[in-house]
């Protein structure tokens, strides 16, 4: 392609020293007088003049009609490039290496895009790409199947559905993340919605990905279900065969001697008989080992409302110094024969956070007893109880309470957060349930942080 444009180059160098040597010695000519000889020559590069020109237009005809085929996406115009007296072989071969060229790029391109829309049909995730107008670039099967539409250009088209997610999709801006209900012939979706954006030649696009996440939800609402149905299962059978033991005992004695009574009418040995001193202790511990375990019972239950019944948060405004100062002061109450020694590390040092701070006060109690509940276990320690609170980059308000007792084993770790999960000897199992319902509820999320030592993170946003 080069040696072809250095060709034509030279060609019209040639024309050009041409003109400009004739008009110099048409000029010599009249200046020696040699007045026919210039004339000669001005018409020479009058004729030279006007061939350059014949040659432009030719040329600057043939590229412009290549660039119209071109735009009209015809890659059939060729130009002969057999030698002529007029010398435009070059130039039609190098016309006909850019349309070839030009049609190659075309047809890549086309292959890429073919490529990429099969990427895009066979994943599980709905994808729309729309500009500012609601006008649909791009989408695949599965927006398609999601939407219950057959076609889609425009975003209001999704009105004929769900008005309302038409308008939420039209409406939404870059790094959205969105959830969405959408109820159709195919039946009811839950729709996970992330939006990003991107320009492309000077236009604004937004890419609109959606997922079904129904499947998602009941896989972990059945696993939710059946953690605590094997929870209740465990504890009402517990409490419940000990009962039925007893009460089957103390029955088939009282039966035995009320038979051997009606036979006999004296009392049967080694049976219950109220009478006796003997008899009316091991009715009296029987009944209250059965009273025992039921109010057992009812605590359970007792436990398990408290944890589908936690108050609606009321937020408010407070400041998170005040709040740990008063919950560390009520912690040392109640614990005053422990060696405990707190750490208090807050950033800044008036700093707020807005939230129901009741809500807010009951976790941090349930995890600073637990945590002096850890450092009890070990015998003359000294425990820490360090606890952080600051504002990440992201704004988002954090308070870390660690303690430097037992590490919590990772097989344990996996558990602490199932309602009624306990390792304690008369533990409920709710405290770090509420604790992190609470904390959902309220927007935030309480983990515990993975590594050495014990460290609960509570999160605001």
Same mark, same amino acid.
């Given at each position: 392609?080069?040696?072809?444009?250095?060709?034509?180059?030279?060609?019209?160098?040639?024309?050009?020293?041409?003109?400009?040597?004739?008009?110099?010695?048409?000029?010599? $000519?009249? !200046?020696?007088?040699?007045?026919?000889?210039?004339?000669?020559?001005?018409?020479?590069?009058?004729?030279?003049?006007?061939?350059?020109?014949? %040659?432009?237009?030719?040329? /600057?005809?043939?590229?412009?009609?290549?660039?119209?085929?071109?735009?009209?996406?015809?890659?059939?115009?060729?130009?002969?490039?057999?030698?002529?007296?007029?010398?435009?072989?070059?130039?039609?071969?190098?016309?006909?290496?850019?349309?070839?060229?030009?049609?190659?790029?075309?047809?890549? +391109?086309?292959?890429?895009?073919?490529?990429?829309?099969?990427?895009?049909? $066979?994943?599980? *995730?709905?994808?729309?790409?729309?500009?500012?107008?609601?006008?649909?670039?791009?989408?695949?099967?599965?927006?398609?199947?999601?939407?219950?539409?057959?076609?889609?250009?425009?975003?209001?088209?999704?009105?004929?559905?769900?008005?309302? !997610?038409?308008?939420?999709?039209?409406? $939404?801006?870059?790094?959205?993340?969105?959830?969405?209900?959408? +109820?159709?012939?195919?039946?009811?979706?839950?729709?996970?919605?992330?939006?990003?954006?991107? *320009?492309?030649?000077?236009?604004?696009?937004?890419?609109?990905?959606?997922?079904?996440?129904?499947?998602?939800?009941?896989?972990?609402?059945?696993?939710?279900?059946?953690?605590?149905?094997?929870?209740?299962?465990?504890?009402?059978?517990?409490?419940?065969?000990?009962?039925?033991? !007893?009460?089957?005992?103390?029955?088939?004695?009282?039966?035995?001697?009320?038979?051997?009574?009606?036979? +006999?009418?004296?009392?049967?040995?080694?049976?219950?008989?109220?009478?006796?001193?003997?008899?009316?202790?091991?009715?009296?511990?029987?009944?209250?080992?059965?009273?025992?375990?039921?109010?057992?019972?009812?605590?359970?239950?007792?436990?398990?409302?408290?944890? /589908?019944?936690?108050?609606?948060?009321?937020?408010?405004? %407070?400041?998170?110094?005040?709040?740990?100062?008063?919950?560390?002061?009520?912690?040392?109450?109640?614990?005053?024969?422990?060696?405990?020694?707190?750490?208090?590390?807050?950033?800044?040092?008036?700093?707020?956070?807005?939230?129901?701070?009741?809500?807010?006060?009951?976790?941090?109690?349930?995890?600073?007893?637990?945590?002096?509940?850890?450092?009890?276990?070990?015998?003359?320690?000294?425990?820490?109880?360090?606890?952080?609170?600051?504002?990440?980059?992201?704004?988002?308000?954090?308070?870390?309470?660690?303690?430097?007792?037992? *590490?919590?084993?990772?097989?344990?770790?996996?558990?602490?957060?199932?309602?009624?999960?306990?390792?304690?000897?008369?533990?409920?199992?709710?405290?770090?349930?509420?604790?992190?319902?609470?904390?959902?509820?309220?927007?935030?999320? !309480?983990?515990?942080?993975?590594?050495?030592? *014990?460290? %609960?993170?509570?999160?605001?946003?």
């Amino acid at each position: 392609m080069n040696k072809i444009l250095r060709h034509i180059a030279a060609s019209y160098l040639a024309r050009a020293v041409a003109s400009v040597l004739s008009a110099g010695v048409s000029v010599g $000519c009249f !200046l020696q007088g040699y007045t026919l000889m210039g004339i000669l020559f001005l018409l020479l590069l009058l004729f030279l003049l006007y061939k350059q020109q014949v %040659f432009y237009r030719m040329h /600057t005809r043939k590229v412009l009609f290549l660039l119209d085929a071109i735009a009209n996406n015809d890659y059939s115009v060729h130009y002969p490039e057999a030698e002529d007296a007029t010398g435009n072989s070059l130039v039609n071969h190098a016309l006909n290496r850019v349309a070839e060229i030009l049609y190659n790029v075309k047809t890549e +391109t086309v292959q890429q895009e073919k490529y990429y829309e099969l990427i895009l049909n $066979c994943i599980n *995730t709905g994808i729309i790409v729309i500009n500012n107008e609601g006008v649909v670039y791009q989408k695949n099967d599965e927006a398609l199947r999601l939407l219950g539409l057959e076609i889609l250009t425009h975003i209001k088209q999704i009105a004929q559905i769900d008005s309302r !997610l038409a308008d939420l999709l039209s409406a $939404c801006r870059s790094e959205d993340k969105l959830q969405f209900k959408i +109820t159709g012939e195919c039946g009811t979706a839950n729709l996970s919605i992330r939006v990003s954006g991107i *320009t492309v030649r000077k236009e604004y696009l937004r890419i609109i990905a959606f997922n079904d996440i129904n499947t998602e939800l009941d896989e972990k609402e059945i696993d939710s279900w059946i953690r605590l149905t094997r929870v209740l299962t465990h504890e009402i059978m517990n409490s419940i065969t000990p009962i039925t033991s !007893l009460s089957e005992t103390l029955l088939s004695r009282l039966n035995a001697q009320q038979q051997y009574s009606r036979d +006999t009418l004296q009392p049967q040995p080694d049976t219950i008989s109220p009478s006796t001193p003997e008899d009316t202790e091991i009715l009296r511990s029987g009944l209250q080992a059965i009273s025992t375990t039921g109010k057992g019972l009812l605590d359970f239950v007792e436990n398990y409302r408290r944890f /589908t019944r936690i108050p609606t948060p009321t937020p408010s405004i %407070f400041y998170v110094r005040e709040l740990i100062d008063r919950m560390v002061g009520l912690t040392r109450h109640q614990n005053p024969d422990l060696d405990i020694r707190f750490q208090i590390d807050i950033r800044p040092d008036d700093l707020m956070l807005h939230a129901d701070e009741s809500l807010i006060s009951q976790v941090l109690i349930n995890i600073l007893k637990n945590a002096v509940q850890a450092i009890a276990t070990i015998p003359h320690h000294e425990g820490v109880i360090t606890i952080r609170a600051y504002c990440d980059e992201v704004e988002d308000i954090l308070i870390e309470v660690s303690n430097n007792g037992p *590490t919590i084993p990772s097989e344990i770790a996996d558990h602490i957060f199932i309602p009624f999960f306990t390792t304690k000897d008369g533990g409920s199992g709710i405290g770090l349930s509420i604790s992190r319902q609470i904390m959902r509820i309220s927007g935030g999320s !309480l983990t515990l942080r993975p590594g050495d030592g *014990t460290t %609960f993170v509570l999160k605001l946003h």
